[in-house]
Structure formats: structure tokens, C-alpha cells
């Protein structure tokens, strides 16, 4: 945990990684659903890129 | 929105010693705002220290043997397989049920055992909520017992985190190095997505609750540090001797990782609730994190909780909390008395527990009921038609297998099912000895050592050992030490303690010497440096074993017991001071600890603290007033000191009052009948029926009326008192009706020229001095002066027996004053006869 910092910025629906985050995580349902949706627009972007 | 809300958060196995530092470092802000503004300090666990067992405690106010929670596992009802605990096997009620019946709304997510779920007024998430498979490729359907109400599955169904949803930015704050993990070898970095997936999961639920419901009590349970240390505290710095170089480097931030990432989400809670709630913070013990850590796990029943610490964590603030103090004296069973407290709701008289009042700024008496269990009504009881198969949860089974919780399932489950029964008998056993219970715990011993092979006895001699030396049954206990040694157990017990200790209990401290100073060569831990300088004290060396004991502290300062005989060893060496310093650390450490308490008590008798003495002699005696005659004694010597210094103060208004009754009071033989015969010939009409008739004790008379013998059954009779005097002897003085107002003289006399008298009058010698009586008068008269004050009915004063001898014309003066009446002064006078004072003590 040393090497690695771990944002604890507030909640920006515009700049989810796609990999998530520990900060997103632990803004709970809020951040996790978030994520889950960018994750997922990300992976139909992927299917669709590759068709 | 709801007042006076309070949330529970629990931290399995959160530990200060890691926590102030990661707080001085800046990297747990959220923890330390709270502290700032609350309290904080120990939590004491309780034995065995089994998570289930524990929680269950924090919930109930009970320990288990009353609760039914006895470990991680149970056996299913149809007796066929076993399963992780569930809430079938709870025969009380919780917090939970108590706010349901009063019309309260709570939440419980993650709660260990919720599962299943419990029909209240509220939402519960339970702890198979989080629960789901590691592989992608299989479904986990939420069972229905999982949440309640049911019909919101829907909302919380996707906030369920899979492991294989963990991606690398969820690992790397953990294990920086994670890439350099061969998976096949170590399963490090699968655990750290298991238990990151299943603790947001949690959180999930948890903050969508929080935004989204209206509750009064709210309960949220975590285990991620406990199965984060469980797992990784072995490379926690500073790096032991035989731990892996390699794999210390990539998990050497694990553990602290929990508490940053436990912290940012308390963080986001706090951002969820309002100023006006309460918060609690507290883990069910701590974990060693120091040289104590144990690499290598013995095969012992649920080894993993040999790494708990006695004591885990407690944080509280909220409107009516203090600010920024450190609490002492905190127990898992004090948490649900406490938070009933806070809502103004009773304590059941079974709750093991006591309201801790010191976390409250402003505090009020605790109210208690008989038990929440007796109470009639709507406690949502779970009313569930058990289903072996609905309960069963392979998974939760297989994690608790591979945290080393439970042994790996027998293929036989005949076996798996005859040791979990084992198990948690042996585990209640063990309960009972935490609580001092040896018969009960003995007969469940006794009863373990008829099972047969594959079966391991060898726990249970052990336990039957502490037992025989507590009843001082030494042979027996050598007995079952052989048994041990002949048992072929697995387990590798270290009987040199034990063998030392036998022999120091049969009185053989040089030979119980002799085994540990040869074994402190190769040992030198604070437990070996504790038993020898607990051995030196008994032999009278002070200083050498003051040496040893502060050295066991140096390694160890948590250890309540080494505190505390380091105070009894510096009472011995007149150092009363540093004793009752000691004494105090030890009851900051455990306040459930009675010679702690009398040891303080006794430093503080020698410092001139009566006052305080007698606070902690009360304590020891209350904490086991069974036992600890050496308190009672110290209780009563330090009363007697404490009441030579009591002054006895008239409460007088000298006004006559309208149907007055006068009384005239005190103990049996201290002039009573002289001052009945002063008032009746100054004009005073007395209540008297002339039953005992005047005899050589009582030449003029006993003036009395007999109802009063019988008062405490019948005291209707006082409205015939009203503007007379009548006689009540000082034991039922406090059974008058409290509708009356009351004008008492109560007669004094030097207690042992009463005694003298009284021996005298029925027939006993004179020179035997009854001690006990003498005491018993002592508290009489303390609480006759506690009880004048308290009744606003009553005007009352003191009129010493020698004064009405030798000053009678002041005594009548101050009396027909204090009655507010005429009376004929000349005439009581004539009353006084000095022949008659027979007992006087030849000082």
C-alpha cells in the first residue's frame, strides 16, 4: 500500500477507469454500479471493434 | 429524518497496534476524525475467541453458553451433514428483535450468523449474501433466506462483487508486485480478490442502505482483516526469521492495505449519515502482529484464533458521547446493553453485560426488565422450517477450510458430523471456564472423554488439569498430565508450564523453580520470565521476581495478570504508589478482574485513599462476591475507618406539625425506654399496649406497643400514632409510611456498651465480643443517616444516651424544642436515674 497511492478524490461519473479502483469500490453501491456500467460499455465497444 | 440513530460497524479483528500507526501516518483520516471527536480504547474479547460466537455476544449482550452460537459450524437437524452456523442455532433474542417489538427500524448487512434472515421491522443482507463462486463459470442464485424483506432482491442482487470481477487496480494496493506471483504456487493473490469482492459486496449493500432507508439501528459487519491478517500477517513487517524473502516483498503491505481500504469506506459511511448519529467502530479482538505470530499452525481445533489478541478495538461518538477520552473496561457482552442504554430501552437482568457509562457525556440510570426472552409480543422470531439442504453452503464450508477454520470434511461424514458435535461441546466447555463455571465446564469434560478414536482427549485433560488445580485436586491433576503425555495427541502442548504449575499449586515452588529456570535457557518469552518471577514472589524473593515481572511486561504489556502481580508484589515491598499504578493498568486492560481491584483497593487503603479503597473493594467484592472473602473483609475494615470520621447531623425544623408522630428510635439497649418514660411524663401521649412488662433489664418499663414487631407486614396501624409517641427500634425504622410526617429521637450510645448490655440481658457472657453484630450496628447507623436524609416525611435527631445522664437539662431542652410542643420539663427530669447506666465500657 506504500508504493501505491489510492485516490480518495471525489466521485467523477466522467472519469472511471475501466479497470476500476480501490476508491471506487469504497464509495459502495454508487461507485460500483458506475463502474460496472463503464466496465461493460467497454467490453461491448471491444465485441464490437472486433466484428 | 430519524434522531438518535446509531450505527454499528464491526472490524473483525481490527487491532490498535496497527492502527496508531497507519493513523499517525496520515492513512486512516476517516478513523481518526472519529476518535477526535468520540472515545476510544480497548475491547476484550472472551475464550475461545471464535468470530460466530463473538459477534453473537455483541448482539445478545450474552455469552455463548446462553446465546447457543458455539463455533463455525453446525450439524444439520436431520443429523446427516454439517453447514457453516446459521441463525437456527440462536435460542436468544438480539438487538435486532428488542427494536422490532418497540416499533423500531433496523438494518443488518453481513452480520455473522444473519443467515437465514429474521422477519424484522427493516432490512437484513445476510452473511451468505456475499458469498459466491470463484469460477466465472458457475451461477450463484441468491437464496431466499439470504434477505429480508425478499421482494427487495432486486435491489441489491447486482451489487454483489464476483472475485473474478478483481481486476489488478484492485490488487496492486495491496501486493504492488502482484505481476511477480506464481498463482499455481501461492494462492495469495485468489484470497485478496476473494475477500476485496466479498467486503465490497458488504459495502454495496451497506451505502445503499445508508442513502436509501429510514432506520433507527443500524449493524454492518466486515471481515476483511481478520482474513486479511489470517492470510498474510506472516509477512507483515518486520520480517520473522523463516519467512519467504520473496514472498515478504509482495505481501508486506497487505495487512496495513486492509486497514487504508476498511478506512476509505468508512470515509464514504460518514459521508452517509447525519451529524446526529451515533457511530460505533469495534472489532471482536485484535491480532498479533508482533514477534508472537505464529508460521507455523498447530493441528489444534480452529488454530487460526491462536493468532487473536486479547484485546480488539473500540471507537464510539455521537451526540451524547464524550469527546476525544480514552474509555476503559469495554466487552464484546457490553456492547448490546450499552447501545439499549442509548436508546433509552431496559437491560434484561440475563444479559452478561453492563451498560458501559463512562462513553456518555450525560447518563442516566440504566433501567432493567427480567429478560427481553420472557417478554410477550411481536420479537420477529425466526420461525423457520428448517431445510438441511436451503442452509447448506459448500463454499462458506470450503472457505472456512481454507482459512483453517474447520478441518477438511471427512469423506465419511458420520466422522465430520461426530467432531463438529465434539466441537462445540468442547467449545461450550471452554465457555464455561472463561467464566469460572468448573462444575458446569467439568461435567461436559467428563462427558467428552468417553468418545472413542479418531477423536483427540488430550484437549480435554488439558482442560480437566486447569480444573482438578483449581479444586485443588493435585493427584488428579498429575493423573490427567499422564494421560496427556500417554495420549499420542498431535498437538504439541508445552506440559513444562503445566507440570511447573501443578507442582507450585501442591506447594512445591523450588521444584516447579527448577523445571522453568532449565527451560528458560532455550526460552526466554514474557510468559517464562512472568512464571519465574511469580515463583520468586512466592519464595519471598520481592526484588529479584519486581526484576522479572517488569521485563515480562517490557515484551508483553497487554497482559492484564502480569500488571497485577507486579502491584501484589510491590505491596509486599511497601511501594504502594507504583502498585496501585500497576493495579490501574490492569483494570484499564480487563475491568472484569476482581484481585486487580482489591489490589488497587489495598494501595489505595495504605495511600489514606479510603474513599477510593473502598470503590474498588466494592468492585472485587461485586465482580465475585462468592469467593473473594479478602475483599468483603477489606470492604468492611475500610467502612469501619471510612465511619469513625461520619458525622451523625440532626435534620430539624423544631416546628410542631399537624398529626405529627413522634417516634423515639435507636438500638435495642440504648436508652429508648428512658426517653419513651422523659416524653410520657412530660405530656406526651404514648402508643403503648403494656405487653412487656418492666423487668431488671427495663426497671420503669419497655413502653412499647407489639404491631410494631410486626411492621414491616402491617403499618396501618401508624395513623393511630399521629400526635402520640411511639417506640420503633432502629431496624424498622425505614418500614414507616411514607404519608406521615415523622418527629424521631433517635438514642445514640457507644456500640459496645450496647453490646455489653445486650449480651447481659440475654444471658450471654460479657466477654465474648460478637464482631459480627458490632459491624452489622456499624452499617445500621450509616444507612439510618443515607435514609433520613432521602425521606422528605422525616425530621430526626441524634440524642447521645450519656448526654441525657450527665447534661439532661440540655437534652430536654433540645427535644421539646425539636417535638415544637409545651412540655413539662421538671417532670422528664425526674426520669434521669444514673443507677441504672450498668454497661459502661471501662476504656
Known amino acids: 500500500m506504500s508504493d501505491v497511492k489510492v485516490k480518495r478524490e471525489l466521485f467523477n461519473p466522467d472519469k472511471i477507469p475501466f479497470v476500476g479502483s480501490l476508491g471506487l469500490l469504497a464509495l459502495g453501491d454508487v461507485g460500483f454500479t458506475a463502474w460496472r456500467k463503464v466496465k461493460s460499455d467497454h467490453k461491448q465497444k471491444e465485441l464490437n471493434e472486433k466484428k | 429524518m430519524k434522531k438518535n440513530k446509531l450505527l454499528l460497524i464491526g472490524w473483525d479483528a481490527a487491532d490498535w497496534n496497527i492502527i496508531w500507526p497507519l493513523i499517525s501516518q496520515g492513512k486512516m483520516p476517516a478513523l481518526k476524525k472519529i476518535i477526535e471527536n468520540g472515545v476510544y480504547g480497548n475491547m476484550s474479547t472472551m475464550s475461545p475467541p471464535y468470530s460466530p460466537m463473538l459477534w453473537t455476544s455483541v448482539a445478545t449482550g450474552k455469552t455463548p453458553d446462553k446465546h447457543g452460537i458455539l463455533g463455525f459450524i453446525e450439524v444439520t437437524p436431520d443429523a446427516k451433514s454439517v453447514r457453516p452456523v446459521t441463525t437456527t442455532s440462536r435460542k436468544t433474542r438480539a438487538l435486532w428483535n428488542i427494536f422490532h417489538n418497540k416499533g423500531m427500524k433496523s438494518n443488518l448487512v453481513g452480520w455473522w450468523p444473519s443467515f437465514p434472515v429474521e422477519p424484522i421491522n427493516g432490512t437484513i443482507i445476510s452473511d451468505r449474501f456475499q458469498k459466491t463462486h470463484r469460477n466465472p463459470n458457475k451461477q450463484t442464485p441468491m437464496s431466499e433466506f439470504a434477505i429480508h424483506p425478499w421482494d427487495k432482491k432486486d435491489e441489491f442482487k447486482d451489487l454483489r462483487m464476483f472475485a473474478f470481477e478483481t481486476t489488478e487496480a484492485h490488487v496492486y494496493p495491496f501486493a504492488p508486485r502482484a505481476h511477480e506471483v506464481d498463482q499455481d504456487k501461492h494462492k495469495g493473490l485468489s484470497a485478496i480478490a ?33 482474513h486479511f491478517c489470517h492470510s498474510f500477517m506472516k509477512y507483515h513487517p518486520p520480517k520473522l526469521p523463516g519467512v519467504d524473502q520473496k514472498n515478504y516483498d509482495i505481501f508486506k503491505d497487505a495487512v496495513t492495505g486492509s486497514y487504508i481500504y476498511q478506512d476509505m469506506m468508512l470515509e464514504r459511511k460518514m459521508n452517509l449519515i447525519d451529524k446526529d448519529t451515533t457511530v460505533i467502530i469495534m472489532s471482536d479482538h485484535g491480532f498479533e502482529s508482533g514477534s508472537k505470530r505464529i508460521l507455523n499452525m ?16 473500540f471507537v464510539a461518538s455521537g451526540p451524547n458521547i464524550k469527546k476525544n477520552e480514552k474509555i476503559f473496561g469495554m466487552g464484546l457482552i457490553d456492547v448490546a446493553p450499552t447501545i439499549l442504554h442509548h436508546f433509552g430501552l431496559p437491560i434484561g ?9 463512562n462513553i456518555f457525556k450525560e447518563t442516566t440510570a440504566p433501567q432493567f426488565i427480567e429478560s427481553w426472552d420472557k417478554e410477550e409480543g411481536d420479537f420477529a422470531d425466526l420461525d423457520f422450517k428448517d431445510e438441511a439442504d436451503a442452509l447448506s453452503d459448500e463454499d462458506t464450508m470450503q472457505q472456512l477450510v481454507e482459512l483453517g477454520y474447520v478441518e477438511k470434511l471427512d469423506e465419511k461424514f458420520e466422522i465430520a458430523i461426530k467432531k463438529t458435535r465434539v466441537d462445540l461441546k468442547h467449545n461450550l466447555a471452554r465457555v464455561f471456564l472463561g467464566k469460572k463455571d468448573f462444575n458446569s465446564a467439568k461435567i461436559h469434560l467428563l462427558d467428552l472423554l468417553k468418545e472413542k478414536a479418531p477423536i483427540d482427549l488430550a484437549p ?20 490427567y498430565l499422564e494421560k496427556v503425555k500417554n495420549s499420542g495427541t498431535e498437538i504439541n502442548y508445552n506440559l513444562m508450564y503445566t507440570e511447573s504449575h501443578i507442582l507450585t499449586e501442591m506447594g512445591r515452588p523450588r521444584e516447579a523453580l527448577k523445571i522453568l529456570e532449565k527451560a528458560r535457557l532455550t526460552d526466554g518469552s514474557d510468559k517464562i520470565l ?30 492484564a495478570i502480569y500488571h497485577a ?55 472485587a467484592n461485586k465482580l465475585k462476591p462468592k469467593e473473594f472473602h479478602k475483599a468483603e473483609i477489606s470492604l468492611e475494615n475500610v467502612i469501619e475507618k471510612l465511619e469513625l470520621d461520619l458525622k451523625f447531623d440532626d435534620k430539624k425544623s423544631n416546628k410542631y406539625r399537624e398529626n405529627q408522630i413522634t417516634i423515639v428510635s435507636g438500638l435495642p439497649r440504648s436508652g429508648t425506654s428512658l426517653m419513651m418514660q422523659m416524653l410520657n411524663k412530660g405530656g406526651m401521649d404514648c402508643l403503648v399496649d403494656g405487653k412487656r412488662e418492666a423487668d431488671d433489664s427495663n426497671p420503669k418499663g419497655y413502653y412499647e406497643y407489639e404491631p410494631v414487631m410486626s411492621i414491616q407486614k402491617d403499618n396501618s396501624w401508624l395513623d393511630k400514632a399521629q400526635n402520640k409517641t411511639v417506640k420503633i427500634v432502629a431496624p424498622l425504622l425505614n418500614k414507616i409510611d411514607d404519608q406521615y410526617r415523622y418527629k424521631i429521637i433517635f438514642m445514640m450510645r457507644d456500640i459496645d456498651e450496647i453490646l455489653k448490655s445486650q449480651q447481659k440481658m440475654i444471658g450471654r457472657s460479657e466477654d465474648v465480643f460478637p464482631v459480627k453484630l458490632h459491624n452489622e450496628f456499624q452499617k ?36 421539646v424544642s425539636f417535638i415544637g410542643k409545651d412540655m413539662n420539663k421538671e417532670s422528664m427530669k425526674k426520669c434521669v436515674d444514673k443507677s441504672l447506666y450498668r454497661n459502661k465500657i471501662k476504656k
Open chain 2, 194 to 226: 476473494k475477500i476485496i469482492s466479498e467486503n465490497s459486496s458488504v459495502h454495496n449493500a451497506a451505502t445503499k442502505l445508508l442513502r436509501t432507508s429510514e432506520w433507527d439501528f443500524m449493524a454492518v459487519y466486515y471481515d476483511m482483516i481478520d
Open chain 2, 298 to 313: 498447530p493441528k489444534v481445533q480452529a488454530a487460526p484464533s491462536l493468532e487473536h489478541r486479547q484485546f480488539g478495538m
Open chain 2, 349 to 357: 437482568e440475563d444479559m452478561d453485560g453492563k451498560v458501559n457509562l
Open chain 2, 460 to 479: 480435554f485433560y488439558m482442560d480437566l488439569i486447569t480444573i482438578a488445580l483449581h479444586e485443588k485436586e493435585y493427584g488428579q491433576a498429575n493423573k
Open chain 2, 530 to 559: 512472568y512464571n519465574i518471577g511469580k515463583l520468586k514472589y512466592q519464595l519471598g524473593d520481592y526484588k529479584e521476581s519486581v526484576k522479572l515481572l517488569e521485563k515480562a511486561i517490557e515484551l508483553d504489556s497487554q497482559k
Open chain 2, 565 to 619: 502481580t507486579l502491584a501484589e508484589v510491590l505491596l509486599q515491598l511497601d511501594e504502594y504508589e507504583e502498585a496501585a499504578d500497576y493495579a490501574m493498568t490492569s483494570i484499564e486492560l480487563v475491568k472484569y478482574f476482581p484481585k486487580a481491584h482489591f489490589l488497587l483497593g489495598q494501595a489505595l487503603e495504605k495511600l489514606g485513599d479510603l474513599e477510593n479503597a473502598k470503590l474498588a473493594f466494592e468492585m
Open chain 2, 780 to 815: 445500621l447507623l450509616t444507612n439510618i443517616e443515607v435514609w433520613k436524609k432521602k425521606e422528605p416525611g422525616v425530621e430526626l435527631i441524634y440524642v447521645n444516651y450519656k448526654d441525657v445522664l450527665n447534661h439532661t437539662d440540655d437534652v430536654i431542652d433540645k427535644v
